[in-house]
């Protein structure tokens, strides 16, 4: 089993930056990937970005590419999401989540098997 703890969340207006850390602690051994997720209220959680444990393969959603860099401290357990350029449109609580295996439908929350509690983020116009 793997637990997750996400920070860094906060209010913050249009344009500004922000920057969310997810730590995992348990079984961090059988990691594949990591990943961040956000939903936004009345609406489904939606993939935001993901990475690969060693750090060599990234994926972003449309929404954010460009805007959004995922990171990872694997020695430390630890993944980031640095946010910049932020829009009313990215509020909404982000949560953290780890997958064990390879999987073509990493965009799923079907594809992982733990879940942090969630960190909001506001912005403002």
């Known amino acids: 089993q793997v637990q997750v703890v996400e920070s860094g969340g906060g209010s913050v207006q249009a344009g500004d930056s922000l920057s969310l850390s997810c730590q995992a602690s348990g079984r961090t051994f059988s990691l594949y990937a990591m990943a961040w997720f956000r939903q936004a209220p009345g609406k489904e959680r939606e993939f935001v970005s993901r990475?690969?444990?060693?750090?060599?393969?990234?994926y972003y959603s449309d929404s954010v590419v460009g805007r959004f860099t995922v990171s990872i401290d694997s020695a430390k357990n630890t993944m980031f999401l640095q946010m910049n350029r932020l829009e009313p449109e990215d509020t909404a609580v982000y949560y953290c989540?780890?997958?064990?295996?390879?999987?073509?439908?990493?965009?799923?929350?079907?594809?992982?098997?733990?879940w942090g509690q969630g960190t909001q983020v506001t912005v403002s116009s």
């Open positions: 990475i690969r444990w060693n750090g060599d393969r990234t």
């Open positions: 989540a780890v997958a064990t295996f390879y999987s073509s439908n990493y965009q799923s929350t079907t594809e992982y098997a733990s």
